[in-house]
């Protein structure tokens, strides 16, 4: 245990009424807000202040295949599926002004049951509109393709079917944004959606589906289950009457949900982790470097499959530039998610921070050094950690290719840019990774030869709707965001058309007999 009054610990004030009243949900299936056919409820206490947050309705299987049946029928009936790209676009405009009218419910509901700061989890909330207006661009865009070269007497088209029913599984760490990151453009699309967030998040998911009917969403168009992965994840990746499943979460449950889906040759979409390094050349921008590194793990308290979790430095600035490192490390403030300037809220849950000090102790173990923090800060409620960072003498070392998920970075030196990308890629994912350096060779030497979905250059976790995003590897399947993700919940169907008489027969009378 670490004394707050060792790390920049900011601690905790009151809760007003607003601030401790619990969110209270049902269901949401095929228009309708219901008590799961179970009756039973889950509680989620803040991870910061441990009072209840919210209680949710639980669904169970029953509760599953009575979703899954509203999300084929009013695929099926057209309802959706048949109205324009401007209709659908409009619709979509009305949903991002509803989340905007409510944007401080949203975001102190994310804080509350996630325990993220509350500017962050107000610049995610706003992220997310803008991704809902984004995709509502793109419902008007969806198009096919034509071939005039197939002959005089032949034209060829393509076009874009909504592929249908969608399951949409979400985790804990950015409950709304990676909901935001897939709901929107598979309703641009035209289909119909199961939607489940994380047991432990599941607020602001339901939230939305408030505002669902008032934009003009039929019912049965979104279904929102809440309840245990286990339980409803089986029928959601299984059942014949669903088309696709999009998943975000961890390599080993998607490896699971995928094998399950493809028993049925469903399309699969998944985002998983990441160990993404970010690259230190010499002559990189110092001041700008050292904030990135800093931000980059600490951001989310490293929960977040973007985080840069390993810091691989040229062994000729290692000792001073990791040396800075440590000392921006230490200016961060951590603690009370609703004070300002706090950076680094509490860990998710107990058993997650367990394992994030776990994998410490094995660092310890394989002879790695502790460089910065590695303890839980004393606290009465949270289950604060403090900043991490450990030096690493060897890549094969657990902590240098297992993903943390915690505010813990692994720091690492190499002795040229052949080495450094070499140990980027030395790793099971593929997701991000950055290069600082002025020098345009080098960056652009190692945005091509790093196997990752996203290199930034002189940046880190930036993130735009117009960009596509997703990992290589065991880091993903299918890219979201950009121009082309309202294309993964389509089909394709060629449609082949002959101009005037056929002559050529392949049975004819003159055939020799
Ligand atoms: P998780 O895999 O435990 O859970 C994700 C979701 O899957 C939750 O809704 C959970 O209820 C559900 N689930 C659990 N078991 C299931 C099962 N058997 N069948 C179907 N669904 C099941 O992940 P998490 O702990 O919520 O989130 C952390 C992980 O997510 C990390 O590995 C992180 O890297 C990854 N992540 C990836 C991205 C990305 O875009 N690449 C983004 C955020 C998080």
Not at 190 to 209: D, R
Request: glycine letters at 10%.
């Amino acid at each position: 245990m670490m004394n707050p009054n060792d790390v920049n610990f900011v601690s905790h004030n009151a809760l007003t009424e607003a601030q401790s009243t619990p969110f209270q949900s049902k269901l949401y299936i095929n228009g309708c807000f219901c008590e799961g056919s179970s009756g039973e409820l889950s509680s989620r206490y803040s991870p910061a202040f441990g009072h209840l947050v919210g209680q949710y309705a639980q669904a169970n299987e029953a509760d599953a295949l009575t979703a899954i049946d509203a999300a084929r029928k009013a695929f099926d009936s057209g309802v959706w599926s048949d109205k324009t790209g401007a209709e659908r676009s409009n619709i979509l405009l009305k949903i991002a002004d509803g989340i905007e009218s409510q944007l401080e419910e949203f975001a102190l509901l994310e804080s509350m049951e996630t325990g993220k700061p509350l500017q962050q989890a107000q610049d995610e909330i706003v992220g997310s509109i803008d991704i809902w207006r984004y995709a509502a661009t793109l419902a008007r865009n969806l198009h096919g393709d034509t071939y005039h070269n197939l002959g005089s007497n032949k034209v060829g088209m393509t076009v874009r079917e909504p592929l249908g029913v969608v399951s949409c599984i979400t985790p804990w760490n950015f409950p709304f944004l990676i909901l935001s990151q897939k709901l929107p453009f598979a309703l641009a699309a035209g289909c119909t959606a199961i939607v489940k967030p994380a047991e432990l998040t599941s607020g602001t998911t339901i939230k939305l589906a408030m505002i669902l009917e008032s934009a003009g969403v039929p019912a049965g168009v979104v279904n929102i289950l809440i309840g245990s992965g286990r339980t409803l994840g089986a029928p959601m990746a299984t059942d014949p009457r669903v088309d696709m499943v999009t998943f975000t979460g961890s390599t080993s449950v998607g490896q699971r949900v995928a094998a399950q889906a493809s028993q049925s040759m469903k399309k699969i979409s998944m985002e998983l982790g990441g160990k993404n390094p970010q690259i230190i050349m010499p002559d990189c921008d110092w001041e700008a470097a050292v904030d990135a590194v800093v931000f980059g793990v600490y951001f989310n308290a490293g929960e977040c499959c973007n985080s840069g979790s390993r810091v691989l430095v040229h062994e000729s600035i290692a000792d001073d530039f990791l040396a800075a490192v440590v000392e921006k490390s230490k200016l961060v403030k951590v603690g009370n998610p609703l004070a300002d300037g706090v950076r680094v809220g509490p860990m998710i849950h107990e058993g997650h921070l367990d394992e994030v000090l776990g994998y410490i102790a094995k660092a310890e173990e394989q002879g790695d050094n502790l460089l910065l923090g590695g303890q839980r800060i004393e606290h009465d409620t949270g289950l604060y950690l403090a900043p991490t960072i450990i030096r690493s003498a060897n890549s094969g070392n657990v902590i240098c290719h297992e993903e943390i998920f915690g505010p813990v970075l692994t720091a690492l030196t190499f002795t040229d840019l052949d080495e450094a990308i070499a140990i980027a890629n030395s790793t099971e994912f593929g997701l991000s990774a950055s290069i600082w350096s002025k020098d345009i060779d080098n960056c652009l030497t190692a945005s091509k030869k790093i196997q990752a979905g996203t290199v930034w250059i002189n940046t880190f976790m930036d993130g735009f709707p117009e960009l596509p995003f997703g990992g290589y590897k065991q880091s993903g399947l299918g890219r979201e965001l950009g121009r082309l993700s309202v294309e993964e919940y389509t089909e394709i169907k060629t449609i082949q058309m002959h101009i005037g008489e056929r002559t050529a027969m392949w049975v004819s009378s003159a055939d020799p007999s």
